[in-house]
């Protein structure tokens, strides 16, 4: 069992930076990839980032490439996202999530299918105004 707690959400102006941080406890993401979902208001939960645990595999959603990076530190056992140039639709509610990854590094589509991660973290608010 994975237990995930997202933090570093807040209030922020338009291309203003901020990092997301995920804590794992319970086990480690030793042999779990992980990944970074949204939901705004109104919307649906969608993908913006994963990261691959076997492999240097690093995938963005369109609306974030370029602007957002997604790391992990195996040692502090957390996940981070890295947000430059935030835009007032990045507001959302964002949540960490990781799913055992077995052998193989997945593709992308199987990488952002919101149903294929076991566990997730309680979301961490972000607010960008224009």
């Known amino acids: 069992q994975v237990q995930l707690v997202e933090s570093g959400g807040g209030l922020v102006q338009a291309g203003d930076s901020l990092r997301l941080s995920c804590a794992a406890s319970?086990?480690?993401?030793?042999?779990?990839?992980s990944g970074w979902f949204r939901q705004a208001p109104g919307k649906e939960r969608e993908f913006v980032a994963a990261?691959?645990?076997?492999?240097?595999?690093?995938y963005y959603a369109d609306s974030v490439k370029g602007r957002f990076t997604i790391s992990r530190d195996n040692a502090k056992n957390t996940l981070y996202l890295q947000m430059n140039s935030l835009k007032p639709e990045d507001t959302a509610v964002y949540y960490c999530?990781?799913?055992?990854?077995?052998?193989?590094?997945?593709?992308?589509?199987?990488?952002?299918?919101?149903?294929?991660?076991?566990?997730w973290g309680q979301g961490t608010q972000v607010t960008v105004s224009s």
């Open positions: 999530a990781a799913r055992w990854e077995g052998s193989t590094a997945a593709s992308y589509s199987y990488s952002r299918r919101i149903s294929n991660y076991d566990y």
């Open positions: 319970g086990r480690t993401f030793s042999g779990y990839a």
């Open positions: 990261i691959s645990w076997i492999a240097d595999i690093r």
